[in-house]
T-cell receptor, first 111, second 115 residues
Framework: GQQLNQSPQSMFIQEGEDVSMNCTSSSIFNTWLWYKQDPGEGPVLLIALYKAGELTSNGRLTAQFGITRKDSFLNISASIPSDVGIYFCAGRDNQGGKLIFGQGTELSVKP | DTEVTQTPKHLVMGMTNKKSLKCEQHMGHRAMYWYKQKAKKPPELMFVYSYEKLSINESVPSRFSPECPNSSLLNLHLHALQPEDSALYLC??????????????FGSGTRLTVV
């Protein structure tokens, strides 16, 4: 079945540093979504991307839909302690609309 | 109202019990989903309801039984669960089965422990 490879699996950074994570797939997706999940909560949508090449920002977050439609990245600039959590990429294919999740990137920010 | 509300937040049940998880949204979304999530793992799709009809069942054991009474409500009936079924159960909704303009909105989940 379809799989998303998300990397890195975990990151330990200092407050103020920039962060980058990415997802790749062997299949084409027509939508890429980036979610953040805090402990004990459901995933919260950060950025949604719908067109190949699209670059979208949400505050300190920037995400891009790869031109090949098989990858996406998320950047977080000037990290702060509340950025701690697990970040998931998710792709939606053309058939049936199922959402496929990456394995997640666990972010730790040291004050 | 831009939320998906799940109750209860926590549930502990014995292996012989019958319980139900509830999910509600008032965003006019026509697709609703149940996901199961283990700690630090991605959500795994269980069921998809599209326009109140079950459209996807990801080979989930029959001890999990979904129900969509109307376009705003989604239930998950649990019976004779196993300890390995302990997990966070997430409900989500979207404008249509394809996700729509705003992706999928998730609830906060029900933390289920089977003893």
């Amino acid at each position: 079945g379809q799989q998303l490879n998300q990397s890195p699996q975990s990151m330990f950074i200092q407050e103020g540093e920039d962060v980058s994570m990415n997802c790749t797939s062997s299949s084409i997706f027509n939508t890429w979504l980036w979610y953040k999940q805090d402990p004990g909560e459901g995933p919260v949508l950060l950025i949604a991307l719908y067109k190949a090449g699209e670059l979208t920002s949400n505050g300190r977050l920037t995400a891009q839909f790869g031109i090949t439609r098989k990858d996406s990245f998320l950047n977080i600039s000037a990290s702060i302690p509340s950025d701690v959590g697990i970040y998931f990429c998710a792709g939606r294919d053309n058939q049936g609309g199922k959402l496929i999740f990456g394995q997640g990137t666990e972010l730790s920010v040291k004050p | 109202d831009t939320e998906v509300t799940q109750t209860p937040k926590h549930l502990v049940m014995g292996m012989t019990n019958k319980k139900s998880l509830k999910c509600e949204q008032h965003m006019g979304h026509r697709a609703m989903y149940w996901y199961k999530q283990k700690a630090k793992k991605p959500p795994e799709l269980m069921f998809v309801y599209s326009y109140e009809k079950l459209s996807i069942n990801e080979s989930v054991p029959s001890r999990f039984s979904p129900e969509c009474p109307n376009s705003s409500l989604l239930n998950l009936h649990l019976h004779a669960l196993q300890p390995e079924d302990s997990a966070l159960y997430l409900c989500a909704s979207s404008q249509g089965p394809g996700g729509g303009a705003y992706g999928y909105t998730f609830g906060s989940g029900t933390r289920l422990t089977v003893v």
